[in-house]
């Protein structure tokens, strides 16, 4: 399920978005007052401001003949987008985030992370983070890869596949196939996993070729003191990066054209 190996940068890329979320108990000032201070510090880099009211969704509780539905408390959520509306970082009362599908490079990725949490520690001082989590959502088109015919099952490992992997079976003879695991992995991680083929709606628009969505969110659970949410982000990067390099076959890493990085 893991590999090792040399890292790289790919020119046709499957990633559709790169998520880093960090959250720790509740802190009231973040939604009490506009983050004014905050913004001031990252404004630079994220100068695109939006507050967004989210209701979680409604829960049922109760038991049979007093079942109640009970309405979410309203979160605000604060966004601050660069620019080019590609980087977006999320501030809550409770966690703090950084996305973008215009991930290339971990490096990369985690200076402009860094950029934002230097800002966000001194301001807001969370008491520690009570999760740290890193999530790569790849989603594998055969037609931009120059690989229309080829079944998933040269592509990605068995593990990643299950019945797909199957030769006697046909792929298109499939209605649904995927799935979804957790588990602990080493370093101290956790892994939430979805694999499995599936079509893409963009708007009103569907698109009508089947993918393969690898969805990997790798993250760690406890009381991380804040100073050591650097290397705690430095592990779970690494356990991300294993589990991508033992999903794909040597032929879906070559049709993705990588070249090593320096």
Request: a neutral charge; charged letters at 25%.
């Amino acid at each position: 399920m893991f590999f090792d190996r040399e890292r790289y940068l790919y020119r046709k890329p499957q990633l559709v978005e790169v998520i880093c979320q960090l959250r720790f108990p509740t802190i009231l000032s973040i939604s009490a007052r506009e983050p004014a201070d905050f913004q001031e510090a990252i404004r630079d880099n994220f100068p695109q401001y939006k507050r967004l009211q989210e209701r979680p969704q409604p829960k049922l509780s109760g038991g049979p003949g007093n079942f109640r539905v009970e309405e979410g408390q309203a979160i605000t959520n604060y966004q601050f987008l660069s620019a080019d509306g590609r980087w977006k970082v999320n501030l809550t009362n409770s966690f703090v985030a950084l996305a973008t599908p215009a991930y290339t490079k971990w490096e990369d990725f985690a200076a402009k992370l860094d950029l934002v949490l230097s800002q966000f520690i001194p301001i807001y001082r969370p008491a520690y983070f009570e999760r740290v989590g890193l999530r790569f959502i790849n989603v594998f088109s055969r037609k931009a890869l120059d690989l229309e015919g080829v079944p998933f099952r040269e592509l990605f490992q068995p593990g990643y596949l299950g019945l797909l992997g199957e030769e006697d079976v046909r792929e298109e003879s499939f209605a649904r196939s995927g799935q979804d695991v957790e588990l602990a992995v080493s370093g101290g991680c956790r892994v939430k996993l979805h694999a499995g083929p599936g079509m893409l709606q963009r708007g009103n628009q569907k698109d009508n070729e089947v993918k393969f969505i690898l969805d990997n969110d790798v993250f760690m659970n406890g009381k991380l003191p804040v100073e050591q949410c650097a290397p705690a982000l430095q592990t779970v990067h690494l356990q991300a990066d294993r589990l991508f390099a033992g999903a794909i076959t040597q032929r879906l890493h070559e049709a993705m054209e990588p070249a090593p990085l320096d």
